[in-house]
């Protein structure tokens, strides 16, 4: 089926006999269910909900909601009433959200009633909006509850769109600031589900699936919602924080057997179940993660402990979801793996020629899933989308294997003595320290004013790290001009929402 993405993520479970399937399953308060049926259901009134207050085809809508069951609805429903949803992270300032309801233009607004605080300065100085719906028990003055939103609303037609008609925008921060509207098409839902959804995760029916990604995440969406839903299968919420604490308690008590991480929380979570000596039992059988490189250690520690491998990835909110991964049964920690089945990539110099073997170049991406563009960033679209490529923005080296690793970002890179220096590679040297759990490193001019690295460390908890002994062991581990000159304790690292590490917020600093 092509069209409407949301008949065949929602309406054809209904159709082939797999109405009762719980599609999603909250891993808090009362444990809320919804079953396919009952989203395709909601799904259609929300799209009626959505006509009968005169939102209008190609309307944006704005969602600022958690992980619960009314993102589905929303999500599909906007969909299927022509309606473009925009997922924003939801850990945003009041001043970025306000910047991002002019940019978009959107009429409406979705929000939980846990943010409403937050987006509730930026709605008098807004001309766009003229519905706001809040998920919650109440609602302020100017407000609907979503209850009273689709109380009474007739289920709605989904209307028929071609496969390259715009169906969602996500905002993308990148790991400099400035967000982004990437638009993205009803075809490149499908294309990322038959594509690294079923070649590489390769989830089934019967799983359960946790996704520590939130859904307004590129990575998070597919992981949690259109992956799952592609088969049938069902997906935990967790609207909380995911801590290690309250990622041990959703293993422990909700079973899932697909878990997808991030590289920090990863870290977080064997390194506490290290140091309790015990982990949660779950039946977990594959696992994965995005966001930033994995570090070599903890992909080992992981598998020694639960016997699964993390097959670590790269993608981009730009190619919405993983094109460069491991694959069950072939990881090798410390690489990206090689391109996800439907993708192809290239690695170019500078010039834009084809680098070789054991060369560093830009990661160059082309596959189904690439965005339509960014919203209103004429020079950005052109620099990024380049015909059929995308522009990653990452260096990598291929081995003489054909696997992909991870040196750093373009603008991440510098020289020291005339050769380049990866702080990628020196932050993995440093994480394998058993004093060190997570690292950042930049450049930093000495008083000479040639760059040199500087290194940000948060400790494991009881360790001290000695400078001196950190150095040397970096000198030993990766060579002699690449270890930190400078070495500073920090309590935490400035990260984006999807765990990439800030460097540009460290350099500020250094
Ligand atoms: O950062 C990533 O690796 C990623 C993966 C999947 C989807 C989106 C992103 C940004």
């Not at 809320?32 to 809508?61: K, N, P, V, W």
């Not at 994995?294 to 094109?323: C, N, Y």
């Not at 060190?436 to 690295?453: H, I, Q, S, T, W």
């Amino acid at each position: 089926i092509g069209g409407n993405a949301a008949l065949w993520f929602v309406d054809r479970h209904v159709g082939e006999g797999r109405g009762d399937g719980i599609a999603f399953r909250e891993a808090f308060g009362d444990n809320r269910e919804i079953s396919y049926g009952d989203l395709a259901e909601q799904s259609a009134r929300f799209a009626g909900a959505c006509h009968r207050a005169g939102l209008r085809r190609e309307e944006r809508a704005i969602m600022l909601v958690l992980d619960q069951i009314e993102f589905p609805v929303i999500f599909w429903g906007a969909l299927k009433a022509g309606i473009v949803p925009i997922p924003l992270n939801t850990l945003l300032s009041t001043s970025v959200y306000d910047a991002i309801f002019h940019d978009s233009r959107a009429s409406a607004l979705f929000v939980s009633s846990e943010l409403y605080e937050t987006i509730a300065p930026a709605l008098p100085l807004n001309p766009f909006i003229r519905e706001v719906i809040v998920i919650g028990d109440s609602a302020p003055e100017g407000a609907r509850t979503f209850n009273a939103f689709m109380e009474g609303a007739e289920p709605a037609e989904p209307v028929t769109v071609c496969d390259d008609e715009v169906a969602f925008w996500l905002y993308s921060s990148g790991s400099t600031g400035q967000p982004k509207g990437v638009r993205h098409v009803h075809s490149s839902l499908k294309a990322t589900a038959d594509t690294y959804g079923a070649q590489v995760l390769g989830v089934r029916q019967d799983d359960t699936v946790y996704s520590v990604a939130k859904l307004f995440f590129a990575y998070g969406l597919g992981n949690g919602m259109t992956f799952p839903m592609a088969v049938g299968a069902t997906t935990l919420l967790y609207n909380g924080r995911p801590t290690p604490d309250s990622v041990s308690q959703i293993l422990t008590e909700h079973r899932p057997t697909v878990f997808c991480g991030v590289p920090t929380l990863y870290a977080a979570l064997v390194h506490k179940w290290e140091s309790e000596g015990a982990h949660p039992d779950a039946p977990l059988r594959t696992c994965i993660s995005a966001g930033e490189a994995l570090p070599e250690e903890v992909g080992r520690k992981w598998q020694a402990i639960w016997g699964v491998d993390i097959m670590d990835g790269v993608g981009s909110t730009e190619m919405l979801h993983i094109f460069l991964s491991n694959r069950p049964g072939d990881v090798v920690y410390g690489t990206s793996g090689v391109p996800v089945p439907g993708y192809e990539v290239r690695l170019v110099d500078e010039a834009g020629a084809d680098v070789g073997v054991g060369e560093v170049g830009e990661l160059l991406v082309r596959g189904a899933s690439s965005a339509d563009g960014y919203w209103n960033q004429r020079d950005k679209s052109r620099s990024t989308f380049e015909g059929h490529w995308t522009r990653t923005g990452d260096k990598y080296e291929l081995t003489p294997d054909g696997r992909y690793v991870y040196c750093g970002r373009t603008d991440d890179m510098f020289k020291v003595s005339g050769i380049w220096v990866s702080p990628f590679e020196v932050e993995q040297a440093l994480v394998s320290h058993p004093a060190v759990l997570e690292a950042a490193v930049v450049a930093k001019r000495d008083d000479d004013g040639l760059e040199k690295p500087k290194a940000f460390l948060v400790l494991k908890s009881g360790q001290a790290g000695d400078p001196d002994a950190l150095k040397a062991f970096v000198q030993d581990k990766i060579g002699k001009w690449k270890y930190p000159r400078w070495v500073e304790i920090v309590d935490d690292l400035p990260k984006t929402a999807t765990g990439k590490i800030q460097r540009f917020k460290l350099r500020e600093t250094a």
